[in-house]
Nanobody, 116 residues
Framework: QVQLEESGGGLVQAGGSLRLSCVAS????????MGWFRQAPGKEREVVAG????????NYADSAKGRFTISKDNAQNTVALQMDSLKPEDTAVYYC?????????WGQGTQVTVSS
């Protein structure tokens, strides 16, 4: 199994920045990719960004392109999400995911609130 622990959420004004971090532990050698998802109240969970654990290839939701940057540190088993130019609509609980096919693992989530 893989355990994930997120940190870095909080309250920020619109236009501000936050950096989320996720540390993976356990059977991390099986990780294929990691990513960030978010879920706003009354909405379904949606993907924000992902990164391939071996080659570092990244992908972003349209809402995150140009504002968010996902990065990884294989030695520390961490993935980070730098979020700039935050908007009130970015308010959500952000979850870290690790893919170890055929299973996915999730962190407990961290709240991000952007005030207008």
């Amino acid at each position: 199994q893989v355990q994930l622990e997120e940190s870095g959420g909080g309250l920020v004004q619109a236009g501000g920045s936050l950096r989320l971090s996720c540390v993976a532990s356990g059977r991390t050698f099986n990780i294929y990719s990691m990513g960030w998802f978010r879920q706003a109240p009354g909405k379904e969970r949606e993907v924000v960004a992902g990164i391939d654990w071996k080659n570092g290839r990244t992908n972003y939701a349209d809402s995150a392109k140009g504002r968010f940057t996902i990065s990884k540190d294989n030695a520390q088993n961490t993935v980070a999400l730098q979020m700039d130019s935050l908007k009130p609509e970015d308010t959500a609980v952000y979850y870290c995911q690790a893919r170890t096919p055929p299973r996915n693992y999730w962190g407990q989530g961290t709240q991000v609130t952007v005030s207008s």
